[in-house]
């Protein structure tokens, strides 16, 4: 009996500090989950991310995570009344790109991430066949624009984010931090700067669904909270507007991007167990000067299951 008593401690305290360091998530975003029928700029994208939890190599970092990202975004535009010199407020374009982010935990609630994406824009990225087989299944109309899409252009990108806590309450249910980020490449140039706030039932950034730290997490503490984060991003280029970088496209011509863009977005995430969801929406003002309306807003959804 003695013996049984101490094979079930043991498979107990080893259940307790298994730590899981695997994970895979899927995530789409869509204006339809707004419940507008709106149809309309960035309107459709989906990833899956695999995410790998690696060992610490200093006392100062608590967690380091492996982020390798694959998808696609679709962004469409409003045709123009006639009399225009414009068809389409907003070029067609699809997206395509794989990514690898790390991320590095720090002792004092800071988080520094290096991202590299390879992304390619124009037909090659396969935005209107997608669209297309998305709207047949739906039984949804059919999308005219897509003959007038960027050209195709292949480039890489590099980035850089910071997150930093600013304050959290005593009981962890109340959290405000600062969060910056910039890229550098041929698809995108762009900077911005954020202040997250959460509340709710919270766990460290080195733990949390908010900042995937939760993949090697060996809590088994329930996380769920709301969010909100205010934004503002300054963009130098945006390939999905413009064409790539360095590469011929009259839409260089036609169209002028917004240097600022501000930018809401609201939502919840929960993390119990093995599993992970959230939902939140997003709104904007509009990326280029020829857009008809001067907001944008869409959904996102995501599930992520730990391994």
Same mark, same amino acid.
Do not use: W
């Given at each position: 009996m003695y013996v049984c008593l101490a094979i079930c401690n043991v498979k107990h305290s080893w259940s307790q500090t298994k730590n899981i360091r695997h994970e895979i998530v899927i995530q789409n975003d869509n204006d339809v /989950? #707004? #419940?507008?029928? =709106?149809?309309?700029? /960035?309107?459709?994208?989906i990833n899956i991310n695999y995410r790998l939890g690696l060992k610490s190599d200093t006392s100062r970092i608590k967690n380091r995570i492996l982020d390798v990202e694959f998808g696609q975004k679709m962004y469409n535009g409003i045709n123009l009344s006639a009399g225009r010199s414009l068809q389409w407020d907003r070029p067609f374009a699809g997206y395509l790109y794989l990514s690898g982010e790390l991320n590095q935990y720090y002792n004092d609630e800071q988080i520094l991430s290096l991202k590299v994406?390879?992304? =390619?824009?124009?037909?090659?990225?396969k935005g209107r066949e997608v669209q297309k087989v998305i709207h047949q299944v739906f039984n949804m109309y059919e999308v005219s624009g897509w003959n007038q899409e960027v050209s195709n252009a292949f480039g890489v990108d590099l980035g850089v984010k910071y997150q930093k806590l600013i304050y959290r309450s005593i009981n962890h249910s109340f959290e405000i931090s600062g969060m910056s980020s910039g890229t550098l490449g041929m698809n995108h140039i762009n900077a911005h700067v954020g202040l997250p706030i959460r509340w709710g039932r919270l766990r460290s950034f080195s733990h949390s669904v908010f900042t995937k730290g939760h993949v090697q997490s060996r809590s088994n503490d329930r996380e769920l909270f #709301? /969010? *909100?984060?205010?934004?503002? @991003?300054?963009?130098? *280029?945006?390939?999905?507007?413009?064409?790539?970088?360095? @590469?011929h496209d009259i839409n260089k011509e036609q169209y002028q991007i917004e240097k600022i863009i501000y930018s809401h977005k609201i939502g919840f995430m929960l993390a119990n167990g093995r599993s992970s969801l959230g939902l939140s929406y997003t709104f904007q003002s509009r990326e280029a000067k020829e857009m008809l309306y001067k907001t944008h807003q869409y959904g996102t959804i995501f599930y992520g299951l730990r391994f």
């Open positions: /989950y #707004l #419940l507008t029928s =709106q149809d309309r700029y /960035y309107t459709n994208g994406e390879l992304g =390619q824009v124009g037909p090659l990225a #709301l /969010y *909100y984060v205010p934004a503002v @991003h300054f963009v130098g *280029y945006n390939a999905t507007i413009q064409g790539g970088l360095g @590469h």
